[in-house]
């Protein structure tokens, strides 16, 4: 048992260290991207995005009524899409280790509000109202999407940037609506057990802990980066592979 929980443990651990990425593959392949190709990245990206998922899920967890699970999922979509367009368009650059801990602090915080945690250890009535709090999160996570599209050229400010943002946050929500039904049929198998409620109690404790783990890897990471500019795209780096590129449509020419 306790070797199953190591090798669980890596798995995860794993997961979160190499996956939500722009890759340097991506950034290259993007230079003279469709605006097909960025609504595919945007819902790849989402779908190895392991803390917008991760909130997600806490979001969603103990709501069966279909009204409710739209309402809740529309307000944070509506929250992320509203940050994740202006603040890419303007160029609002924030160091992402620290947006990704706030994003991580907030899984901790829908996992606790999950357990009653607000009842339990502040003598509280109700909790902090649950919607406000999505739309606030998803704001916030909005911030975290934005500045992995921000690493990718998307070119100067016009309709060309406009639209590749645009494509980027459709493929985001296609991303999110693949991963909520997934979701909700692991909740509703979860459902059907006679224990649920206590599995549900340890589940969002599990999710608890797995908030701490992104919050201690992103604080670690932060730690270790300088700037936001550290996390762009270089000009430089644009510049050189667009003269790599006509140079190889130059001696293409020649040879021919």
Do not use: C
Not at 63 to 90: C, M, P, W
């Amino acid at each position: 048992m306790k070797k199953l929980f190591v090798l669980v443990f890596m798995l995860i651990f794993t997961s979160f260290a190499f996956a939500h990425g722009i890759s340097e593959a991506d950034k290259a392949a993007m230079l003279n991207g469709s605006n097909l190709q960025y609504i595919w990245l945007g819902a790849t990206h989402m779908l190895t995005g392991y803390d917008h998922l991760l909130f997600l899920f806490g979001v969603i967890f103990f709501l069966t009524n279909t009204k409710d699970i739209i309402r809740f999922v529309t307000i944070f979509t509506i929250g992320h899409s509203i940050t994740l367009i202006f603040a890419t368009f303007i160029g609002i650059k924030i160091n992402y280790y620290i947006i990704d801990a706030v994003i991580a602090l907030s899984v901790i915080y829908k996992a606790f509000d999950n357990n009653k945690g607000f009842q339990s250890y502040f003598g509280m009535k109700k909790s902090p109202s649950i919607l406000i709090m999505v739309l606030i999160f998803g704001l916030i996570h909005g911030f975290g999407l934005s500045t992995r599209l921000q690493q990718l050229p998307l070119g100067e400010q016009g309709m060309e940037m406009f639209l590749r943002i645009i494509s980027f946050n459709v493929g985001v929500e296609l991303g999110q609506i693949l991963a909520l039904i997934g979701m909700l049929i692991v909740l509703n198998a979860l459902r059907k057990l006679k224990e649920f409620n206590r599995y549900s109690k340890i589940s969002n404790h599990f999710l608890m802990f797995l908030g701490f783990l992104l919050l201690l890897m992103q604080l670690h990471g932060y730690i270790h980066t300088q700037s936001a500019d550290e996390l762009e795209f270089p000009k430089k780096t644009h510049m050189h592979i667009h003269e790599d590129m006509e140079i190889e449509k130059m001696n293409k020419y020649e040879l021919n």
